[in-house]
């Protein structure tokens, strides 16, 4: 088996997640959960103890960066933020430009605990405004409006160095100009970042049930490959590149905490659903919290945390996770550094008829001891994951 000793000492990403939401969004998939009342001290509490149990056993790491996801982070009381970032670099070693990234929605009520968090140590934000378009925002289920939303981006520029947002487009009757329209209003709103996301129908969501019932109709492939193709000329236009499939930034406003997800690196996830991948004792491992908030912190009251699963990746699944993720990235996949985190040569791990065709067909381009995929590449980037992973 391969050796990762030596991983155990590179830069560590570490997610914290926060379960709770107002209401439920009807595309949303995340491991959110709804309550009228919320025991925040006890979930404070739990989310310490298991940030320290999961320090305890990987030691002293270089932290590079921290993000609070949910659910609705921007939920939880500022002090909670601020106890968990003083432990996190009590108990890692931060760099000293780490990047702590707190989601917010911009309702009024949240939008006023920005500077808070700003206090606590937050050092970027990322709001969930998802459209600019009153009737979109209605059909999401969204509960703030547009004005809110630009509020609280100019609250969010005025605070923090670095500030992103997420728009979903490819939305039901949505086409190229009317959103090539939202797009231009949006990026006049832009710090650094911003992620662009095509809505997608996942299971076991409200929207999911309408789309089954005929209900929800979204645009054809071709008008959906027009719409990424709009969203990727307007942001170039205004300098935001994009460097994975559904975000876009100036040159150094990447998102280092998802890098490390995309470059395959260890993250660590603390809290209800929370997945992880650790170097540990020479293993990269699998792990996975509960994920019901409540059975969570009963695990974690009586042992120091919620896990449910954990287990070592074999070479050939982690091959399959990297290039899952790496090939998302316009950077693409660095040849040597897979075979050093996976134990495997590129080649071995992909299908080499499905490899030439999409090289000669211009998804696909090598170079510089990388596989990476190209505009056409990414846009259909699913079907081709799919024939060219094994």
């Not at 005929?214 to 645009?219: A, D, K, T, V």
């Not at 499905?354 to 990476?372: D, F, I, P």
């Not at 505009?375 to 094994?390: H, N, T, Y």
Request: aromatic share 8%; proline share 6%; hydrophobic share 40%.
């Amino acid at each position: 088996m391969t050796s990762y000793i030596g991983r155990e000492m590179e830069p560590l990403a570490l997610y914290i997640h926060w379960p709770f939401c107002l209401s439920k969004c009807p595309y949303c998939d995340f491991n959110s959960h709804v309550r009228e009342r919320v025991d925040q001290p006890r979930f404070a509490a739990a989310l310490r103890a298991e940030l320290a149990w999961e320090a305890a056993r990987l030691g002293r790491r270089p932290l590079a960066s921290m993000f609070f996801g949910g659910g609705t982070p921007s939920l939880m009381a500022p002090e909670t933020v601020a106890a968990l970032i003083a432990d996190a670099r009590w108990l890692f070693a931060p760099d000293d430009d780490i990047e702590i990234t707190l989601e917010a929605n911009p309702t009024s009520v949240e939008a006023a605990k920005l500077a808070a968090f700003r206090d606590a140590g937050v050092n970027r934000v990322s709001l969930g405004v998802q459209s600019l378009d009153p009737e979109a925002l209605r059909r999401l289920g969204r509960r703030h409006t547009v004005k809110q939303a630009v509020a609280a981006l100019e609250l969010a520029r005025s605070l923090f160095p670095r500030v992103s947002f997420d728009l979903i487009y490819a939305r039901p009757r949505q086409n190229v100009e009317s959103w090539r329209r939202e797009l231009r209003e949006a990026l006049g709103l832009v710090s650094d970042h911003l992620s662009l996301y095509q809505l997608t129908i996942e299971p076991g969501t409200a929207f999911e049930a309408q789309h089954r019932r005929g209900e929800l109709l979204l645009p054809d492939p071709d008008t959906a490959a027009a719409l990424y193709d709009t969203t990727v000329e307007e942001a170039a236009r205004l300098g935001l590149l994009a460097y994975e499939v559904s975000n876009y930034a100036r040159p150094g406003g990447e998102s280092r905490h998802n890098l490390a997800y995309w470059r395959y690196g260890d993250y660590a996830g603390i809290g209800p659903g929370a997945h992880g991948r650790v170097t540990l004792n020479g293993d990269l491992l699998a792990t996975r919290r509960h994920r019901a908030p409540e059975p969570w912190a009963e695990r974690v009251e009586r042992d120091g945390h919620g896990t449910t699963r954990e287990e070592a990746v074999a070479p050939v699944e982690r091959a399959r996770e990297m290039l899952l993720m790496g090939l998302r990235l316009a950077e693409g996949v660095d040849a040597a550094r897979f075979a050093a985190r996976t134990g495997l040569p590129l080649a071995q791990a992909v299908d080499a008829q499905t490899l030439q065709l999409a090289l000669v067909e211009g998804y696909l381009e090598e170079g510089g001891g990388r596989l990476r995929p190209t505009l056409e590449g990414r846009k259909r980037l699913d079907p081709l994951l799919a024939a060219l992973v094994l």
